[in-house]
């Protein structure tokens, strides 16, 4: 680092005209850090819009190819599944994950004929197929009436991330942050030579307040009963996270993600320095209804701030963002 005085060294120098700041800009955002989560819902020919994420939609299967095709074609690399599960379809123990015929396996096999080349992203975590909106299955504990228990929840979670990874879905994201669920899935993919299928671990997830209206748009916010504390992690909390990354590493995650994203940038930062391994962070729900609601009302100018926000986390260290922006930032890349 070199360290000059005033009037010689003045930094605004290289800042005086585009080309300048071009040439020393240190990180930049391009197509390839992009992924598109993506609802799909039951029924026919029909897109609605989640109430609290506007221009965000869930989209029935017979329109899914042509809801995905401006992310192909723009070369977006990934995208991120979640159903929308009719009620009649859940209950206590999520045993609609595991059938081979449900939203996110039938979404995979039409993806892969007509995309072949898109990666397709699994959710492995109960809460879109529960009753009660939880990420496991629940036990009740003497003080606890809504307890999540991990090592029957995990057995649950193999049998999804097998389902997906059976029904082409190329990378399975848990996010359920069950103890000791990576290594499990890691077992039972290898055993059944799954060998390819990569593992993106939701390792710091906190219990966070911005994934409002990610749950409604599952419709699984209403139902939750008492909150996710005891397993989602505590905001107060950094080096845990570097333990929860380290484990998952240990036990074969690909990559790692830290969510959400932008209050928790120093997370990202610190998992980076520290395990230099491609580490994501999840620009949630929350994040996006405050952008667009600032923009909605003029008081933020919205392509400024959601490609400023998706910067930043270029800045601190992410290899990749799960945003709902990505159509729309891929456009302005083009
Ligand atoms: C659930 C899951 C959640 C999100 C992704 N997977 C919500 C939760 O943990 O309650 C949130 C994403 C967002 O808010 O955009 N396993």
Redesign the pocket.
Known sequence: MTVGRYPSTRLRRNRHDDFTRRLVAENSLSVDDLIWPIFVTEGHDTETEVSSMPGVKRVTLDRLAAHVAPAARLGIPAIALFPMTPLEKRDDEGTESGNADNLICRSARLLKAEFPDIGLIG?V?L?PYTSHGH?GVLRETPSHPHYVANDESVAVLVRQALNQARSGIDILAP??MMDGRIGAIREALDAENLVHTRLMSYAAKYASA??G???DALGSGGLLRGD?KTY?MDPANSDEALREVELDLLEGADMVMVKPGMPYLDIVRRVRDRFAVPTFA?Q???EYAMIMAAARNGWLDRDRAMMESLLAFKRAGANGVLTYFALEAAERLA
Do not use: H, I, T
């Open positions: 959710d975590a809460d990420d996010s359920d911005f994934y209206p990610f749950r996710k989602q999840y949630v729900s929350g």
